[in-house]
Every structure is written in structure tokens, then in C-alpha cells.
């Protein structure tokens, strides 16, 4: 065995790990490592701009990918400027491994230039962290990392290391495979808890299913449709689970919340067995728990974490397991069964609600968001890979785009980080390099991380910016304008760029869009002439409009305001 | 309502401060909190006294086997289980109370391991109610100081928290 440094070790470990690319941002502590990648050509190092993209992109990597993302950082502010990125992860239990740079050992706890402690300041939103403080440890540290951040509930794993380990010499040997006595995550469901749930949803009078990103995780989403054809039941995704099941088909219903659609929240709130699958069911999710419990209805809830279990509402079949083996489960046994109850009076309710139109806006000279969203479905033929910043243009992208596939749609569900968008598209289309990649952003979100477009314009990245500009920050603004009176405090920008023109400073192709007609052109412009070039559609829409329906905070599920309702 | 909680977790730099910080993340409440090496030096024994309803302890257990550094949590007041607790108890013994305290560590079955002209240190254990209550027996001005270890806790005949 040859003896290799700690910054060797480093870039073996991620060959062996078969990493393609590690986002990051070189600095001190990092210099053996970053002078090893320099040296090898399997691992591809994209430099970012600033280090909390680098995280948002290996995501955004995870994401579309299914595959552990890398980020790779210097100690002190180069962890710090991570924070974000890794906490954004962690809420949506995206599989990551951030390698930080420490300073020296020796230095440790000496307030040593860039020094700071990375290990406590991530370890509330992380999976785990390690420091390594022996160079012997650190390549099964590494792959203890990539293990743990992709099993269970996936998540994302620190590993700090300091500069003199990256100096430091030993033999290498890279672990076949890790055992932790500490960590056994539980991937087959309890089989009689299976059958249990199987039997609850034949007896089902006004049956809903409810699925979350862990559907997505887990790459569920062929048996999630198979088993929701073969009950015939209606169904709805979250935010983090659009794309669990095809958006285009009739068994769906939209998106359920806070700004859910009417039929989604009234069949969840009115059914009488309830099948929530990867889902945890959050407070944007079913809104005032209490609320939600006061219905007397069966929940069956398939979840890998058993925290999630019974966290927010008491459920009657809980089953710990992996969704897709689980739900694999249930069609294997449904498909026996020939026995089905009729629920077409329950179909013909949810027809009623469905024909309220809860998603109808209008639009006169001003451009409305929604109508962008359309047009961006039909332009890509809803297939391309859209992310999404924060605010009100992510809820007009989850409720307009109809995504029929999984890890085509990804946006900061948990954390709801403004500034994720750009990032994302960038480490999308790096993973994706076939597939067009759409950013539909904010002119508040988009400032945030808009170093990006000069990471963009270095590897050529055919991105498109859709940034649907209203001049405010319009989710606040709609709070502000519902629930305070209309006060706009701080939520007016009268100095925003010319996108346009900033666009074209970072070597893009900028286009400004203020007439309707001319939306969809613009468009096509985009997607179709500038198929190769960044290009950010500066789309001026209708200022105060509002993201509908909507059920305020700590409001029950069927207290929704609809858009045609006077507020 | 009170439970003991039993924690087995790798005894590495850093996993008492994964409890702790899950405990004070979550807003769960930590009464007591021991920490010592096992018999078998990679793993630590804690011990956590919390309160809550039967949701938020099930929550604390789950949040605690969810930490990648924890191996086996046990509540232990779901079953019979001894506690004790060890106090330090520092009182001031001048003239009438000299005597007096001397008696009440007695009653107690407390030692008085260090003596001066004016005070006594008093070695007491028990259940952590035990050691509140010789607080409460003794008068409060002659308190000079005290410590408490904290509830440290084990399950009756068979039941054994191993790996």
C-alpha cells in the first residue's frame, strides 16, 4: 500500500465514491486539497462564486440526480457562507457531503486566522459531522459521510478537516463498506402493518392519498402511481412532492396547503381514510392541527424517520420503512385482491369542488405571473427541470407547472431560501446536461444569489432565467396587504437593476417582457434561438397580484380565501 | 409528567453536546443530565431527568435513537428502576446546630465528610426527591452551598440497557 497525504486521501476517497462534480470555493485551509484536485481529471471542481451556492448547487445536484452531492470549502467563512446551503438540505433531507477546511489542529480553539467551529455551528442541520483529527480516520470517515448522508432519511454530513491532516501521510485503504452499531436505519415495512393498511384503504368510503418528497427520495414514484391507478383513489403532492405522481392525470388534484387547491384541501380535510406516504405533515401542509384532527378520519403514514410519526398529528396504522419497498408492498397485495368498493359519490363531490375553478385568474394589459407559468409548461412541453426561489413566483411554479415526472421540480420546501434558484439551475444543469434547466425567480430572490450568473457564464450553462418581476416583495407585500392593513413596510424596491442590462454585463442574453402577447415569444426566444445561452427573461408582471387560494397561518384546512372571493 | 431517560451513545468529542443541543433545539426540558464512561470506554451512560405528556417524551426518545451517535435509549420510568442522586452540602455547625445538623444527617443516613470549626460538608444520597426533602428539613440560612450530581438511574432485576 502507498502511503498518500491527507489531500490525496481526500480526492481518492471522492474517485472511489465515483463523484463526478464538488462545488466549491478554494482558501487556506484547503490549499493541499484543492493542489491535489488540480492534479487528477475524474473529479471536476466547479468554482462558484460564493460559497453558499456551492452547497445549493451540489443540492440541486442531489435533487435531479438521486446521487449524494459534494461541496468542498475553506474553515471560518468559507463554512459559515455554507450554513445556509447545508441547513437548506437538511430541512428537505437532501443527501450531501460538505468537506470544510480547518485550521491546523494545533491551532484549534486559538481564535486562529479563519478559524472557526464548523463542527458546532453545523451540527443542529446536519445528519452527523465529523472533525478529523488523525489522518488514519479519514478515509473511513469520508466514507462513513457518503453512508450516512444517503441512507435512512437522507441528509446532509459535514466533514472538517484540518490542514495539517490534509499534510499529514498514511496508508490508504478505502473501506468496502461500513458498518455503524450506532446507525441501522429500518428500510423494510412491518408486513402486518402492510396488510392492516391495505385493508383500510378496501373498506374506504372517501379515500385520500397524500404523498411528500420522501416519495421522490426514494424513487417511489413508479410504484406510487401504479398503486394509486389501482385503488383509483384521488391523491395529491406536496410542494416536496410534485412529480410523486403525474400533475397532468385526473386522479390528481394539485397541491395541497396553504396554497393548495380547494379540491386537494377539502378531500384531505373531508376524507375518511387518509394514506400519507413520505410526508410529514407540516404546518404549510394541513395548517392548525388541531383543526385537522377534529375530523374523525384513519391515517396511514409510510415513513422511513419514526420521528415523523406522530410528531404533528396522532396517526392509527404507522408504518417505518422505505415508501418505495413499502408501496411496492401494497401493490403486490392489492393486485390480489378483486374486491373494490364504489367510490364514484365521492369522485362526483370532488368533481364539484374541482369545478369551482379555484386556479382561474384573469388578466387584462398587465402580464399575470400564472399566465407566465403556463406558457413556460407549454414552451418546454412541461419537461424541462424547473427550480425556484421563494416567494410568491415558487407557489405560481408549483401550482402552474404540471410536473409528471420526480426531480423535475426543485425549490427550498423547508427552509424556503431565497437564493437557492440560481444555484440550483447551475448544479441542475451540470447533472442534467440534455435536459433544458428554468429558474423561475423573483426580483427579490433572484439579488441573492445573483454572483451565479458569472459561474454560469464560465462553464456555459444554457440556463433560463425567468424572473417574474413585480418591483415588490410580493409574498410579504400579500401578507402585508391581507393581514396588516396594507402597510407595505420594506417590501418595496425602488432600485432594483436593470436585469437586462445586468444580464448582458455577465455575458448573457438579457430580454425584458411587458406586454402578454409578447410573453410567450419571448419564450420561445429563449428556449428556442438562444437554446445554448443564459438568458434572463425580465418579465414585468401584474404588481399586486396574489398567490390563490390561500389558508392563512393556523387556519384549518377548509378555511381557505379563494381569488374570486372579496377580501 | 417526570421521566428518566438512559441513553448508550458512542463516548466520542462532541456526542454529549448532540443531546444537549437536540434537547434545547426542540424546546424539550432537561431537569438533570449525568454523563460518565461505561465498563466498556468507547461508550457513555447519560442519563437525562425531562417532563412532558406522553407525545413529547415519544418525541424525545425518536429525536434521540434519530442522532447517529446515540445506540440505545431506554425510558426507564416506564418500568421499576432504582435512582439515586449524590449531593454535597455544605452548612454552617456553630453551637446549637452544630448538633442539630449532625442529627439530621443522621436521620438522612448522610456522612459528614469534612469538618471545620464552623461548618460541615454532608454527603447525601438518594432519589432526587430525598435530597430535596433534607434541603427543605434543615433550616435554609445555614445552606452555604450545594451540589448535586444529578439523577443517575438503573432498571430492577432483568432488564439490562446493553449493547
Known sequence: ?567 | MRHIISILLENEAGALSRVAGLFSARGYNIETLTVAPTEDSSLSRLTIVTSGSDEIIEQITKQLNKLIDVIKVVDLSEAAHIERELMLIKVRATGKDREEMKRMADIYRGRIIDVTDATYVIELTGSGSKLDSFIQAIDGDLILETVRTGVSGIGRGDRVLKV
Open chain 1, 1 to 567: 500500500m502507498t502511503m498518500m497525504t491527507g489531500a490525496e486521501i481526500v480526492i481518492r476517497c471522492l474517485q472511489e465514491e465515483k463523484v463526478d462534480y464538488v462545488f466549491g470555493y478554494p482558501g487556506g485551509s484547503v490549499l493541499h486539497i484543492y493542489d491535489e484536485l488540480f492534479k487528477q481529471d475524474k473529479v471536476k471542481h466547479i468554482l462558484v462564486r460564493h460559497e453558499q451556492a456551492a452547497v445549493h448547487a451540489a443540492d440541486a445536484y442531489s435533487r435531479s440526480t438521486q446521487r449524494v452531492g459534494v461541496a468542498m470549502v475553506t474553515s471560518g467563512p468559507g463554512a459559515t457562507n455554507a450554513v445556509t446551503g447545508i441547513a437548506t438540505a437538511y430541512m428537505d433531507s437532501i443527501p450531501l457531503v460538505v468537506i470544510s477546511g480547518q485550521v491546523p489542529t494545533t491551532y484549534i480553539g486559538q481564535d486562529a486566522f479563519q478559524e472557526c467551529d464548523t463542527v458546532g455551528i453545523t451540527r443542529p442541520c446536519v445528519k452527523h459531522n465529523f472533525l478529523v483529527k488523525d489522518v488514519r480516520d479519514l478515509a473511513a470517515t469520508i466514507k462513513k459521510a457518503f453512508y450516512i448522508a444517503n441512507t435512512g432519511r437522507p441528509g446532509p454530513v459535514v466533514v472538517d478537516v484540518p490542514k495539517d491532516i490534509t499534510a499529514a501521510k498514511c496508508k490508504f485503504e478505502y473501506p468496502a463498506e461500513i458498518k455503524l452499531r450506532s446507525y441501522n436505519p429500518v428500510i423494510k415495512g412491518h408486513s402486518g402493518q402492510i396488510k392492516k393498511a391495505v385493508q383500510l384503504l378496501l373498506g374506504a368510503k372517501r379515500p385520500m392519498i397524500y404523498t411528500g418528497g420522501g416519495v421522490i427520495l426514494a424513487n417511489a414514484a413508479e410504484q406510487l402511481t401504479r398503486l394509486t391507478r389501482l385503488l383509483g383513489f384521488p391523491i395529491t403532492n406536496t410542494l416536496m412532492g410534485l412529480g410523486g405522481y403525474p400533475g397532468t392525470d385526473r386522479q390528481f388534484l394539485g397541491m395541497p396547503g396553504m396554497h393548495g387547491t380547494l379540491e386537494a384541501n377539502l378531500a384531505m380535510q373531508h376524507c375518511d381514510v387518509l394514506l400519507a406516504v413520505g410526508t410529514r405533515f407540516d404546518d404549510r401542509v394541513i395548517g392548525n392541527p388541531e383543526d385537522f384532527a377534529t375530523v374523525p378520519r384513519k391515517i396511514i403514514h409510510v415513513d422511513i424517520d419514526p420521528s415523523s410519526i406522530s410528531k404533528r398529528v396522532r396517526v392509527d396504522v404507522p408504518i417505518v420503512g422505505n415508501v418505495s419497498d413499502v408501496l411496492g408492498e401494497m401493490v403486490r397485495l392489492l393486485e390480489a385482491e378483486q374486491e373494490r368498493k364504489d367510490i364514484s359519490d365521492w369522485w362526483a363531490e370532488i368533481e364539484n369542488w374541482r369545478a369551482r375553478q379555484c386556479m382561474k385568474y384573469g388578466m387584462k394589459d398587465a402580464i399575470m405571473p400564472q399566465y407566465v407559468i403556463e406558457k413556460l409548461w407549454e414552451v418546454t412541453r412541461g419537461d424541462a427541470i424547473i427550480t425556484s426561489d421563494v416567494g410568491q413566483h415558487q407557489m405560481w411554479a408549483a401550482q402552474y407547472y404540471k410536473f409528471d415526472k420526480p426531480r423535475r421540480w426543485l425549490n427550498s420546501g423547508g427552509l424556503g431560501t431565497m437564493g437557492v434558484g440560481l444555484p440550483y439551475a447551475i448544479g441542475a444543469a451540470f447533472a442534467n446536461p440534455d435536459r433544458q434547466v428554468a429558474c423561475v425567480t423573483g426580483d427579490g430572490s433572484i439579488q441573492m444569489c445573483i454572483q451565479e450568473l458569472s459561474t454560469a457564464k464560465q462553464f456555459g450553462l444554457p440556463i433560463k432565467i425567468i424572473n417574474l418581476n413585480n418591483r415588490y416583495l410580493g409574498m410579504v407585500r400579500q401578507w402585508q396587504e391581507m393581514f396588516y392593513s396594507r402597510r407595505y413596510s420594506q417590501t418595496y424596491m425602488d432600485s432594483i437593476p436593470d436585469f437586462v442590462k445586468l444580464a448582458e454585463a455577465y455575458g448573457h442574453v438579457g430580454i425584458r417582457v411587458e406586454r402578454p402577447e409578447d410573453v410567450e415569444p419571448a419564450l420561445k426566444r429563449a428556449f428556442v434561438d438562444h437554446k445554448d445561452d443564459l438568458v434572463f427573461l425580465d418579465i414585468r408582471t401584474a404588481r399586486e397580484a396574489n398567490v390563490f387560494p390561500m389558508v392563512a397561518a393556523g387556519k384549518g384546512l377548509a378555511e381557505m380565501v379563494l381569488a374570486d372571493e372579496n377580501l
